[in-house]
């Protein structure tokens, strides 16, 4: 399946905003165990917080990659502005303030420990995720040491296919009027990573939340 935008962007499919039920959840988190990442289930906000700053050691180099499920929960904030952590993301705005886009694309592109959301996840524990610029996609594939993502269980899927249909129907008309709000300009689907497998046992961790979050 291709994803295809319409050139007037349209209001988000809400069928792809209902949280999964827990037979859903389980089956996901299972498939996510089988393709090497380490899957969790929070009970609460507070819990997900706890779960993931659990997760990375005082001083740690930390890349916060653009997220509104991070800023509900509080994480981005912790993270930023604690002092805890070696904050990436600050280092990140200095450079492209400095027009120093090498610099900026080396340094987000193998952080230690990068922090994030997805898009969707299937029950088949395939994790698909959109970017305008790709920012964070290099870190999620690669780059960095450990990838801890923090997902609504509103975005778990039956398979790829409804994967996209959820990023071209729900995701994109949000973050696009998310855009046009703050910067006004409007969003760019440019960039799809869909990630089958982790080879690296444990690199990876999927915390999920029964809470409406993020896009």
Known sequence: MTISIPDEVLAPNMDFAQLASDEQVQRTIQA??????????????????????????DGAEVFTASSQT???????????????????RAKFIELYQQNKTDEMRKLG?????????????????????ASGSGSQLSGYVYG?????????????????????????????????ARLREVYGKPSSLNKILLINKEFQAGRISVILLKEDLGF
């Open 32 to 57: 996510l165990k089988a393709n090497g990442m380490d899957a969790t289930l929070a009970n609460n906000g507070d819990e997900a917080r706890r779960l993931v700053l659990d997760l990375i050691p």
């Open 144 to 176: 960095a040491g450990r990838v801890i993502w923090v997902v609504s269980t509103k975005k778990l899927v039956r398979d790829v296919d409804e994967g996209l249909r959820r990023i071209a129907e729900y995701s994109f008309p949000l973050e696009d």
């Open 70 to 88: 991070l800023n509900n929960l509080g994480i981005a904030d912790e993270i930023e502005q604690s002092g805890r952590f070696d904050n990436i």
């Open 109 to 129: 592109a193998s952080p230690d420990i990068v922090v994030g959301s997805v898009h969707a996840i299937t029950e088949q524990g395939e994790v698909l995720i």
